[in-house]
Nanobody
Framework: QVQLVESGGGSVQAGGSLRLSCVAS????????????MGWFRQAPGQEREGVAT???????TYADSVKGRFTISRNNAKNTLYLQMNSLESDDSAMYYC??????????????????WGQGTQVTVSS
């Protein structure tokens, strides 16, 4: 079971930027990280957890319509680290952000049921 730890959240004004990171540990061997689909999700109070972005082992990415053109997901396999660059932040982006792993090379969309293990989350608050 992979352990995931997110960081980089905080408070920012609308229009600002944040970069989230998620470090994976507990891997059977380090290079196996590159074979996993990774994703970012978010959950605001009283709302369902929703998919934000995914990146598969080949580098293909998927984004929720609400963040397209503003957020960029990327990964550094040498560091077992996933990133989410968030620009032009809006108040609706305020939420707890979670990274997650799917033990497959291919991601199958933004549905949370496809992902097996999760981090504890990092809070993002955007003030208008």
């Amino acid at each position: 079971q992979v352990q995931l730890v997110e960081s980089g959240g905080g408070s920012v004004q609308a229009g600002g930027s944040l970069r989230l990171s998620c470090v994976a540990s507990g891997l059977i061997y380090s290079s196996i990280y590159s074979t996993y689909c990774m994703g970012w999700f978010r959950q605001a109070p009283g709302q369902e957890r929703e998919g934000v972005a995914t990146v598969d082992s080949y580098g293909s990415t998927t984004y929720a319509d609400s963040v397209k053109g503003r957020f960029t997901i990327s990964r550094n396999n040498a560091k077992n680290t996933l990133y989410l660059q968030m620009n032009s932040l809006e108040s609706d982006d305020s939420a707890m952000y979670y990274c997650a792993v799917r033990y497959d090379r291919i991601c199958r969309g933004l549905r949370r049921l496809w992902f097996a293990d999760w981090g504890q989350g990092t809070q993002v608050t955007v003030s208008s």
